[in-house]
């Protein structure tokens, strides 16, 4: 994963994760479909993966809004959060989740 957002956009999302870390704990991002691929438009949005365990419990849609408070960058935010648990189950299905595990760039981690 040698791909490196650029300084500014790597800047907002250090912010993010730190502002997302304090209200959720531990976690593990990940930076995935075109801007981590280096194929993003200027206006493309930003695509991340959240893991906490501070997931557990909270429904699906309320962990997006949650998680979603935290942003202030100039451009939207699509963000899927889960627990490591479901993580591992994701992990084998076909869809987006294996794909950002594949070819994603990790930005915080264990």
């Known amino acids: ?63 997006l809004v949650e998680a979603s408070r935290d942003w202030d960058g100039d451009y939207r935010l699509d963000v899927l959060c889960y627990t490591a648990d479901e993580l591992e189950r994701k992990r084998g299905e076909i869809g987006i989740v294996a794909e950002a595990l594949r070819q994603g760039m990790e930005i915080e981690g264990p």
């Open 1 to 63: 994963m040698d791909r490196i957002p650029s300084e500014s956009a790597f800047a907002e999302l250090r912010a993010y994760i730190e502002a997302v870390r304090k209200r959720f704990g531990p976690l593990r991002a990940v930076l995935f479909g075109s801007r981590a691929r280096g194929t993003n438009l200027v206006s493309s949005d930003y695509d991340v993966l959240l893991v906490s365990e501070r997931f557990r419990g909270m429904p699906f849609r309320e962990r």
